[in-house]
């Protein structure tokens, strides 16, 4: 396992006798440093379709290879505010008027003016905790949501996950994969190049 | 933080960056006899008014101020220390320089010595007494003023009496020159000497320091604040004088720190790492806490309902008392909220700044909030709400008056100006604390 | 091939016995000890999920809390069909057990968020090594929490008229009660925990997934790991998201203690109604939270062989946070009974008298002989850093905060502004039963989690290694 053979084309024969096409190169590091090294130069070297995976995040790791601030906070911030506006109208209609509404005009409802302990109809300042509650509920799951959305989660099928060695990238090794639909991806330069950042391993990972 | 975690080679740190090349103490004089002059006229503005109630009031929300500034530092201070912090020994300097005001503070505090003396004959036209500020100070007064007040008041009198007010306040001044004293010297002093000893000294007394802050603050709320209104009582004021204390000190940090970084100091010692945490802090107690704390207080007492607490909230939401609560619950939470959200605004040297302005402002609006506003009197007579509004429509915040800003900006020169005095003379970062290579190479995640 | 099958078969680093409590002055002292690698690491946390057996302490502990959680349904059927009267209620003494328990219970969640939260917030990273059970413990108590409010309204069936659901009376819940802020703040906590829960457990049941060797184990840990495969694009978003999270659960936790709070405190009963129990609760709540953290990791670490990474500076550091929360909640009882005197107000002072001195003065002494006295030992560095003493400690201060809830609750009712209506509580079979079969659940939930799932944030220690810094040793 621990040589390759280059000459294999795009396309390789799998243990079950089928074919598959090359989907990438993935190449172990030992270290966090080693890592971190690599991908700098990964990233100067101008690749676009490649990625570290590792078993921690590794502190700057993304600001080396060149990853952008995620727009996740921002998306937030707009969930936030969605749910503190519903929070209030919810409680606004529901026990301060008494106007009726319907939804998509098959559940109609009605606000029910409710006076008590002598409290005004629009109550603000007791309507203030379920406010709150409505937008960090809603900002929470958004940001949950979102971060998988954005990474393409849940995917059970990724073919990096069929390789035997790439089960340490949860445990103690780091990997760095480029992939074969980058523009300069070419299989032998890029597997010679891998192996010049001092990865202990490099290997091909079919789709 | 990276590999030095295990050895502290002293930091290489350039002299030029946090010794002063004589434009801090030049600013220093300046900004300290501008303070002089300006407290003169002030007091001499406010004195010609003729109205003493309420020059005494200016007076002691511009001293609260600076009060809470100084309180404020001291306990960012003795957190430090507390939680034994690795990113702040850069900054902690500026906040030390600024608790060392209250060796001195005591001495604006004088005036109320003197109105206790006068306080204490009885003989006629004796001059005014603790009553000017505390009307709990003169139960013969307040019972001919307001007779259902002083019955109440009367039941406090063990503790609201003027000799046992000045035997508290000569603890609260001293207790707090004491620990500010003993976190400037300290610091300091390891200055010279980058003896372990000290930061160990600093670190085993923080606990206590602050516990004894947290009881000397909250009596001195109590004291100064919410006997103002002797009858109204609420078990969060000590909190809520806390967070004053956090708004106003910690924004103060910031914004010196941040003049320094304009005038081309820290340079290398002082990054916008730091400036982001302090603007944290700021964020996290000086907005979001105080608004936890200043809703709750509300709440509960808008929701109880029971009449001998919701007089306090009434008389500030009559008149021009009225937009001043709205502009606190605007200018104080809201909108700073928004403003400090944001990581990049916290990292703006600029916009932290105008950050760091805007809420020492409203922290003062706060302390305006706390003291000035009267219950009236006749509040009892009233049939309902808007009919007590509708009477008392035409109160007035006082804002307008000048002798607030000179006074104001003399206590603020007088301070400002020993704080920087202070740094002028021993430099302006903690260079041989043990953990200043950890803190000058901190990142945030 | 080879070197991957011997790193996994690689031997348990043993315990190594370094005293890491001991701060340096400058630099920082290790939080993982015994760990050469990060493998180490990974190993040593998940031999506890993959041994075949677990151990026989587990099994007794299991049975126990097995059987507690059947005489909880028990009690709680019993409950249903009967009514709430088998509880020992009455009038003027509404609320008691039921609603002690649910605070008991939701202010022992508070600990877990206050660890995964806060403690991150302030970048403590030594939250790291006991962050996962904490949170795991959040989720448990705020289900046991739940339980209690949900069955003291009597007619369980009706519960959903606490949802803002359109009905055919066309009534909605009204807004302005506290109660109903309680549904929104215990519901939005337990969602917003879990969620923050299974988002930091992802990463780990990746790294489950990858060592596991039977199908179903591969399959389950696998779906739930949802295909992570630790790319540095998707940590980049993943570790946002955990501060986004962070920074929301952090006000979150406030808010569900001062609801809490609020259903007492927006009343007029005296003892009651005082502006300072929001934080107060908040404080308390951290308090017994810790305790309980305690209480469970003392014996979990010897149990499972984790004092590598749950190391006695974990336990230390903790015992800290008890003795700052405790000194917090003392400052809460003093300002109660300085203000109840300064109140002048009549009814104020005897409540706070009636604590002290009343019917149920003894439970007010173990309030505070258990919340303000005892934990001042832990000033001691000895006492802090001593197993037997901070585990008696941690079983103290839970004692104590369930006493505190039922003065609060118990003491106010039964003594209130009317003598003639004056009366007095004893719990009856039911009251204890219900009690100790929440106890019952939340251990079985607590033994399962152990069992099945990494105890240890895996991926998160690792990251406080110093082998992980990029820009260390080569």
């Known amino acids: 396992m621990s040589t390759l053979t280059i000459e294999r084309p795009t396309t390789a024969r799998t243990a079950d006798g089928s074919t598959s096409r090359l989907w990438g190169l993935m190449a172990e590091f030992k270290t966090p440093s080693a890592i971190f090294e690599a991908a700098g130069k990964v990233r100067d070297a101008g690749y676009r379709h490649w990625d570290c995976h590792v078993p921690f995040p590794v502190h700057g790791l993304d600001k080396q290879m060149g990853v952008k601030r995620t727009i996740i906070p921002v998306i937030v911030f707009f969930a936030g505010l969605t749910g503190c506006s519903v929070g209030f109208l919810l409680q606004a209609f529901t026990n301060a008027t008494g106007a009726e509404w319907s939804f998509w005009a098959i559940v109609w409802v009605t606000g029910y003016p409710f006076l008590i302990s002598g409290k005004p109809l629009l109550s603000i300042p007791s309507f203030i905790p379920v406010m709150f509650e409505i937008t960090i509920l809603l900002s929470a799951l958004t940001t949950a949501g979102v971060m998988l959305l954005f990474n393409g989660l849940p995917r059970w099928n990724h073919p990096l996950l069929a390789k035997k060695r790439f089960l340490r990238a949860s445990d103690d090794r780091f990997f760095i994969v480029i992939e074969s639909r980058d523009g300069r991806f070419i299989r032998s330069k890029t597997e010679d190049f891998l192996k010049g950042l001092g990865a202990v391993h490099v290997e091909a990972v079919e789709d | ?445 | 091939m080879t070197t991957v099958s011997s790193a996994i078969d690689r031997q348990d680093p043993g315990f190594i016995e370094v005293d890491n409590t001991v701060d340096p002055v400058s630099g920082r002292a290790p939080l993982v000890l015994g760990c050469r690698d990060f493998h180490d690491v990974t190993h040593s946390v998940c031999r506890v999920n993959e041994a075949p057996k677990a151990p026989l302490a587990w099994w007794v502990a299991f049975a126990i809390s097995l059987s507690l959680v059947g005489f909880l349904g028990v009690c709680v059927l019993y409950l249903i069909l009967t009514g709430v009267g088998v509880w020992g209620l009455n009038n003027p003494v509404m609320w008691a057990f039921d609603i002690t328990n649910f605070v008991w219970w939701v202010g022992i969640g508070h600990a877990g968020t206050l660890i995964s939260a806060i403690l991150f917030l302030f970048r403590q990273k030594w939250r790291t090594g006991i962050n996962r059970f904490a949170e795991a413990m959040t989720i448990f108590a705020v289900i046991c929490a739940g339980l209690f409010p949900g069955i003291h309204v009597g007619r369980v069936w009706f519960a959903y008229w606490l949802f803002p659901i359109p009905n055919q009376m066309d009534m909605w819940p009204q807004f302005r009660s506290p109660l109903l802020w309680d549904v929104f703040a215990v519901g939005t906590y337990f969602t917003v925990s879990l969620v923050f829960w299974y988002v930091g457990l992802i990463p780990d049941l990746a790294t489950m997934r990858d060592r596991a060797t039977g199908k179903l184990r591969q399959f389950a840990y696998g779906f739930f790991a949802l295909g992570w495969r630790g790319s540095m694009r998707h940590w980049h978003r993943y570790e946002v998201a955990y501060l986004l999270l962070a920074a929301l659960a952090t006000p979150l936790v406030l808010s569900v203690h001062s609801v809490v709070s609020f259903d007492f405190a927006v009343s007029q009963l005296p003892g009651w109604h005082t502006t300072i129990f929001p934080p107060y609760f908040v404080a308390g709540a951290i308090f017994s939270g810790f305790a309980m953290v305690m209480t469970l990791a003392v014996p979990a670490r010897e149990l499972f062989g984790l004092k590598n990474i749950i190391t006695l500076r974990h336990l230390d550091n903790m015992n800290k946070i008890i003795l700052v929360t405790g000194c917090i909640v003392g400052y809460a009882y003093a300002m109660e009974f300085f203000i109840a005197w300064y109140s002048g107000a009549l009814y104020e002072k005897f409540a706070f008298l009636n604590r002290a001195f009343g019917q149920y003065w003894w439970a007010y002494f173990i309030m505070v002989g258990s919340n303000v006295i005892t934990p001042q030992l832990f000033w001691f560095k000895a006492i802090r850093t001593s197993i037997p003493l901070m585990f008696a400690l941690s079983i103290v201060v839970n004692i104590g905060m369930w006493f505190e809830r039922f003065v609060i609750i118990v003491s106010s009712l039964a003594n209130d502004f009317l003598p003639s209506s004056w009366d007095a509580f004893f719990p009856t079979w039911v009251d204890i039963g219900t009690m100790l079969g929440a106890i019952g659940l939340f251990s079985t939930l607590f033994l399962l989690f152990c069992r099945y799932l990494p105890m240890i944030a895996i991926a998160e220690v690792k990251a406080v290694m110093p082998q992980a810094d990029p820009h260390g040793q080569h």
């Open chain 2, 1 to 445: 933080m990276s590999g030095h975690d295990h050895h502290t080679a002293a930091p290489k740190i350039p002299q030029s960056a946090i010794v002063d090349d004589g434009r801090i103490a030049t600013f220093a004089r300046a900004i300290f006899a501008a303070g002089v002059i300006a407290l003169g006229v002030g007091l001499y503005v406010g004195w010609k008014q003729g109205n003493p109630n309420q020059f005494a009031k200016i007076y002691l929300v511009d001293f609260m101020f600076v009060l809470a500034l100084a309180l404020g530092a001291l306990v960012f201070t003795m957190i430090q220390h507390l939680t034994k912090a690795g990113w702040s020994p850069a900054v902690r300097r500026v906040a030390e320089a600024h608790g060392a005001n209250l060796r001195w503070l005591w001495v604006l505090a004088l005036p109320v010595v003197w109105l206790w003396w006068n306080g204490r004959s009885h003989d006629e036209g004796h001059g005014p007494g603790l009553d000017l500020l505390w009307p709990w100070a003169n139960l013969e007064h307040l019972a001919a003023h307001d007779p259902a007040e002083a019955e109440l008041v009367e039941k406090k009198s063990a503790y609201l009496n003027p000799d046992f007010f000045m035997i508290r306040n000569l603890a609260y001044f001293a207790i707090w020159a004491l620990l500010a004293n003993f976190y400037f010297g300290r610091s300091v002093h390891q200055d010279s000497t980058g003896s372990e000893a000290d930061t160990k000294s600093m670190r085993k007394w923080a606990g206590p320091a602050i516990i004894l802050f947290g009881v000397t603050t909250t009596f001195a709320a109590f004291d100064w604040a919410m006997s103002l209104s002797p009858a109204w009582f609420s078990t969060m004021f000590g909190v809520y004088f806390f967070c004053v204390c956090c708004t106003i000190g910690f924004s103060a940090i910031a914004v010196t720190l941040l003049r320094l970084k304009q005038l081309g100091f820290l340079n290398g010692v002082v990054s916008a790492e730091h400036m982001h945490d302090l603007g944290k802090f700021i964020f996290a107690f000086g907005v979001v806490f105080w608004a936890y704390i200043a809703f709750s207080q509300y709440m509960l007492i808008w929701y109880g309902n029971i009449p001998e607490e919701t007089t306090w909230f009434a008389a500030r939401q009559v008149g021009a008392w009225a937009w001043l609560s709205a502009a606190l619950l605007f200018g104080h939470f809201v909108i700073p909220f928004v403003f400090l959200l944001s990581r990049w605004v916290k990292r703006w040297p600029l916009l932290l700044l105008i950050g760091g302005v805007w809420m020492m402002a409203f922290g003062w609006l706060d302390v305006w909030y706390l003291v000035v506003p009267v219950v009236p009197s006749d509040i009892g007579t009233f049939d309902t709400w808007n009919a007590f509004a509708a009477a008392h429509a035409d109160a007035t915040t006082g804002l307008g008056n000048p002798a607030i800003y000179l006074i104001l900006f003399g206590m603020l020169g007088l301070s400002i100006g020993s704080a920087a005095m202070r740094l002028s003379r021993v430099g302006l970062t903690c260079r041989r604390d043990p953990r200043i290579a950890e803190s000058i190479a901190f990142e945030n995640f």
